[in-house]
């Protein structure tokens, strides 16, 4: 009997709260390393995505699987980077050449946790009132009060599925990991490092505001500046996936 390859499943660091910060600042880097590749690399991404979306039914399922796809060639792509290498627009499918069953598998099992939340937030929403705002197309405070138990039930529900999903392509991607495996690690690193997502959460909230700011004073030119901003706030999503994974897993 031939045996099992041995996974080594990197340790879960934990680190300061100051250093929600530092991932960002390491992310702009890798960003500002090649900035035009990474607007190119975005707009393949959302020219397949959109079209892909627009599918009645199998579409959405589809864009949904192959998501954890692209996030890990995105991955692939920071790691050249950051051992001096190139990003090139192959870096964007290299999660079709390796371990790509368990990419989509991941794509699969979080499709499944957000549709479970969905469910049962609706299921405790008012479906009288649901038709009421539908058919009115006005919504009361009255109706928005009775809106905010379920929405803040999702938020509560999402934040843990987010937690387990954050990490996973990455791990399954540049450490072998299977699905369920990285699912498991990555909420674990996430619960042990709260304080650091917490501030990296007012980062990139601070990031968002400003650009909204900006596309507010733009006028005719907002949808340019939305544009803009698309190239680099979605490269600096990923740049910093990868420099929280690194810092937290201390990869060299």
């Known amino acids: 009997m031939s045996e099992q390859p041995v996974v080594n499943i990197p340790s879960v660091n934990v680190v300061p709260m100051g250093n929600g910060v530092l991932w960002v600042k390491q992310g702009f880097r890798l960003f500002k390393a090649y900035p035009i590749m990474w607007a190119i690399l975005t707009v393949i991404y959302f020219a397949i995505l959109i079209p892909l979306s627009s599918i009645p039914f199998l579409g959405p399922i589809v864009g949904s699987l192959i998501a954890p796809v692209f996030a890990a060639g ?6 050249a980077i950051d051992q001096n290498g190139e990003l090139e627009i192959n870096h964007l499918f290299a999660g079709f050449k390796h371990n790509t069953s368990q990419l989509i598998s991941l794509g699969g099992m979080y499709m ?6 969905m469910m049962l937030v609706f299921s405790n929403v008012d479906q009288s009132m649901i038709e009421s ?3 009115s197309g006005e919504v009361t405070p009255e109706q928005m009060a009775a809106f905010s138990t379920p929405l803040l039930m999702a938020v509560l529900l999402l934040v843990p599925v987010l ?10 991607a540049l450490n072998d990991l299977s699905a369920w495996e990285a699912i498991k690690l990555s909420f674990k690193a996430s619960l042990k490092n709260t304080m650091p997502f917490l501030m990296y959460g007012l980062v990139f909230t601070a990031i968002f505001m400003g650009l909204m700011t900006l596309v507010s004073v733009a006028g005719p030119l907002g949808f340019m500046v939305i544009f803009l901003a698309l190239g680099v706030i979605v490269p600096l999503m990923m740049t910093t996936l990868y420099t929280s994974y ?3 897993f201390k990869v060299a």
């Not at 995105?74 to 790691?79: E, K, L, Q």
């Not at 499944?112 to 939340?117: P, R, S, T």
Request: charged share 10%.
């Open 112 to 117: 499944l946790a957000v549709l479970m939340v």
């Open 163 to 172: 937690m387990a999903y954050w990490f996973a392509p990455t791990l399954v």
């Open 246 to 248: 690194r810092d937290i």
């Open 74 to 79: 995105m991955m692939f792509g920071c790691r």
């Open 133 to 135: 705002i539908s058919t």
